[in-house]
């Protein structure tokens, strides 16, 4: 039997969402329904809200959730009802030319429920964000969307896992490659790049520089392992970085803005040799432009980072021990919990700049 419940919507370009209620399918093959108990929110939900994604309005927002798996449809094994998961928005197709050689974490052909949730009191189709749709009491996704991981973990900070803070930890030990002892600098100190910060720290990074404009940012981030830390509205961060790391510059620089000059901080505050990791995410309006024999004598490797190049069944449930071995702060990126009517208060905090993460509890 197909159910109600409530969800947050977001009904069109740059309109305030709203609760509403929804009806969620019983899950069809190789589909799942989930309960959510927490669900974080992310400016990824203000990008569609403002129509910055696309113009599939109405959206359900919400994708950064953990919760418990209520049923599943036909043909599904990975998870079972009662399983405690964190949802993801890159469950593997299995089939494609990356995950026939062996590399799942680019899968190029990533699946979601194939049935659509819908409004209640019009029947229109709803477009959950990332293909999620988790500030609601439940949702519908593919099962392959469910990662089980252990239930002691708090749901608000399990959920954090599920984007970004993924895309910051995954960004420094997977696409970074963080080794025991290296210079690591991050460039903007937003959830993404303090998430980085705790990957190095947790990959045993021996020097962890930090980079922003604003001093707030900075004091979180050292909380969160960073060892030295640069205003770069006060200092040029280049020569800041160069001048901590003996006047050459980190082994390894994630750049979590996504803008054209931090990504040229990013390219000449490195050693040589050395890696720059792209975690933060450009429009489509912004140019790159460096000497190409700068490109080619700096050597080492220039590498995008997609959601931390994680594979959720591998990585969710390591994190998630490691964190219950206090050995990585997840907590900290909590900043406060909401309810769900209060995603449009938290869409203004975020801009205020002193909130790494609300999250919605249910
Ligand atoms: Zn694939
Ligand atoms: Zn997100």
Redesign the pocket.
Known sequence: MAQEVRGVVAPGKDQPVRVETIVIPDPGPGEAVVRIQACGVCHTDLHYKQGGINDDFPFLLGHEAAGVVESVGEGVTEVAPGDFVVLNWRA?????R??LRGR?WY????HNAKQKMTLASTGQELTPALGIGAFAEKTLVAAGQCTKVDPAVSPAVAGLLGCGVMAGIGAAINTGNVGRGDSVAVIGCGGVGDAAVAGARLAGAGKIIAVDIDDRKLAKARELGATDTVNSRETDAVEAIRSLTGGFGADVVIEAVGRPETYQQAFYARDLAGTVVLVGVPTPEMKLELPLLDVFGRGGALKSSWYGDCLPSRDFPMLIDLHLQGRLPLDAFVTETIQIDEVEKAFERMHEGDVLRSVVVL
């Open positions: 593997v197709c299995g089939n494609c990356a995950c799942p899968c190029f052909n990533t």
